[in-house]
Each structure stands twice: as C-alpha cells, then as structure tokens.
C-alpha cells in the first residue's frame, strides 16, 4: 500500500533522468501512477476541470516552455534551460492562474471554445523514479493530444510531460508540470486546451 510521505512546500522540477540506470520503483508503484495519469486524462477529455483541478497541489506550477530549434552542441543547454523555467512560455500558470482559466472556461465567455471542442488525450511510456523526498515521485510520459473544433478544425500536439507528483493523504496529487511539446511552432490558432 503506498503511504503519504513527508510533505514539502519546496518547489521541484522533474530532472532529466538518470539515464538507462535510473532508480526503479515497484510495480504496485508504477501501476498506481499510470492510472492515476490514465483517470487524469479522462477527466480533461470529458470537461471534468473543477475535478481535475484538485488533482494540483497548493503549490503547484504548470508550464509549457517556447521551444527553440538549436544545433546540437546547444541542445543541452537550452533542454537544462527549458526544465528550469528559464525560457519564455507558451504559459506558465500556479494554482491561482490554473484556477483563472478554468473559471474562463466555465463562464460560457471563451470564444476559443464555444462550440466545445472533442479532446482526446493520449499517454503512454510513462517511466517513474522515486524522488529524494518521500512521497514524491518523478514522472515522464509521452503524449499525444487530438482536438476537433467546429466541423473541419484539427489540431493535433504530441511531446513529453515531465512531472513531479506527490502523495497527499493516500492520493497522488501534481505538484509540478512541464510539458514539451515536439514542435517549436504551434499551429494551432489557440492554446486552450490542457495538457
């Protein structure tokens, strides 16, 4: 049974991991964070966001870093870069922020979503490793995220989300966010969709 750890007010990012050798986690571990991504999913695609919503820590941070196409001997950097929230964002929300645009949505006032969009998240190679707090858990999974608006409007996105989550009375909770989109340009005409 996994059990609430020691609780932190300290801000994480999710680390590149350790390569090949990184440290495992049991598989009752694994599973219990794969579904907890997999239920996540599911409550974005059906509009759920006042639930998925308390799924965030108090202290949470969410954030989709600009890419840049760099050549390779500056691809460490700017990675390291990205990771640490030094680089422009596509956006770059805490809780309250988070909580801003969800209330935009439900107002029936967002033009970017009104009709609805369908929404299909898809994630999948989810790898775990346990963090240097109890509790805590660094997660990477990869995603692939389909939106149809109107009657021919398609947007597809794919890329890793790099996560920080934590246990908080018994439940995971996402205590830190980056997601990488595998494009530099967003072809999209908005952003408001959640990742």
């Excluded at 009752?28 to 996540?40: K, P």
């Excluded at 974005?44 to 639930?51: A, C, M």
């Excluded at 934590?166 to 990742?195: E, H, P, T, W, Y």
Aim: hydrophobic residues 40%; glycine residues 4%.
């Amino acid at each position: 049974m996994l059990t609430t750890g020691e609780q932190t007010t300290k801000k994480r990012s999710a680390p590149m991991f350790r390569s090949l050798g990184m440290t495992s986690v049991s598989l009752e571990e694994q599973h219990a964070v794969e579904q907890f991504l997999f239920a996540e999913a599911e409550l974005i695609d059906e509009w759920q966001w006042r639930t998925w919503f308390d799924l965030f820590t108090d202290d949470a941070h969410y954030r989709m870093p600009i890419r840049r196409n760099r050549l390779r001997r500056q691809r460490k950097i700017d990675e390291a870069d990205d990771l640490n929230g030094l680089e422009v964002a596509h956006f770059d929300d805490d809780k309250a922020s988070l909580e801003m645009r969800i209330e935009q949505l439900e107002s029936g006032m967002h033009w970017a979503e009104d009709p609805p969009s369908r929404s299909r998240h898809l994630v999948t190679n989810v790898r775990v490793q346990p963090a240097d707090v109890d509790g805590e858990y660094f997660v990477r999974s990869n995603f692939f995220v389909y939106r149809n608006r109107l009657e021919a409007e398609v947007d597809l996105w794919a890329g890793e989300r790099r996560d920080v989550l934590r246990l908080v009375d018994g439940s995971f909770r996402i205590a830190d966010r980056i997601i990488l989109l595998d494009q530099n340009l967003i072809l999209a005409k908005n952003l408001s969709v959640f990742f």
